[in-house]
């Protein structure tokens, strides 16, 4: 069977694009993937979610984005795509349960994970004061002590924005010349709430059922040190999840899927949405406007497929 639509991943931009291209009778398909529901479905409270003013659960929110796409008729395949032939259509996916799965279109919204520290208590200590997202936990720090870490404008933009809420924010960054913009530079220095640890790494998450503290080294010296906090924000980066299509489809040279700015992509028929594609915004409520988007543009694709057809006699 070739299907009309295959969407590779089930965040808000995948579900998005599910609803639509379902609601456009075009029956598609969802292959969840490795985080079903996406990284909203990691997040404790979703409070900038509009429709919600009493905040909802990230996995909540995830959940009922599935149901309304299921509602309209799109069906769901639980399994991680392992290889895409795009070199010719029908497009054909394989999935890692065995599955061949063949498309006319597919939506590739297979998100970004955040760059791990990768030192002892990150993970065991996630969601509780470890966050890679300061917009969605920030109001959770109120008068706390906070470390972000990394150098770069996502660094700098979020321990800003943190300063809304916590008591002080420690930018730890392993250099002592920062990657940011010079205007993000100059607004983080001057704000009293910031400081900075330079030539240093985090080399520990300390913490039971709470982060209380994290284990520094600096790079120079060698000198080690512990430093109390309640929260910590790792921004040292984000990986798109693409390592499946190098050489199929365009990236730019941080591995983003490179788009025209409709979502479509050098491959016609392949479209993308979602935190593969965005690199600035990063919110669950723009990927689900660029998941609208791409399975909008698979629509008109697919009509003009169908005229193309028509006109040949071969339809
Ligand atoms: P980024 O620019 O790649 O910066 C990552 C930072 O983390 C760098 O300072 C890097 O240090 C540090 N780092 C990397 N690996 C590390 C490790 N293992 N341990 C400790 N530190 C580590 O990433 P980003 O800040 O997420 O930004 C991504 C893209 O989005 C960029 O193009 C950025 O300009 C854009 N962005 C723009 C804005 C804005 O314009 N307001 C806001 C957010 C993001 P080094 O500096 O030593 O390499």
Redesign the pocket.
Known sequence: MIHKVVIIGSGPAGLTAALYAARANLAPVVIRGLQPGGLIATTSEVENYPGFPDAINGFDLAEKMEKQAARFGTSFIDGIVQSVDFSERPFTLTVDNGTTVQAETVIVSTGASP?K?GVPGELELANRGVSYCAVCDGFFFREKKLVV???????L?EGLFLTRYASEVVII???DQ??A?PV?QARAQANPKITFVWDS?VTAIKGETGVTGVALKNVKTGEATEMAADGVFP????IPNTALFKGQLELDE?GYVISDGRTRTNVPGVFVAGDVED??YRQAITAAGTGCMAAMEASWFLDKQDHVQEALGTW
């Open positions: 760059r520290l870490v990394g150098g770069g404008n996502s660094a933009d960054h392993r250099r920062l990657r913009d993000l790494v921004y040292i980066g984000h941080n690199h600035v």
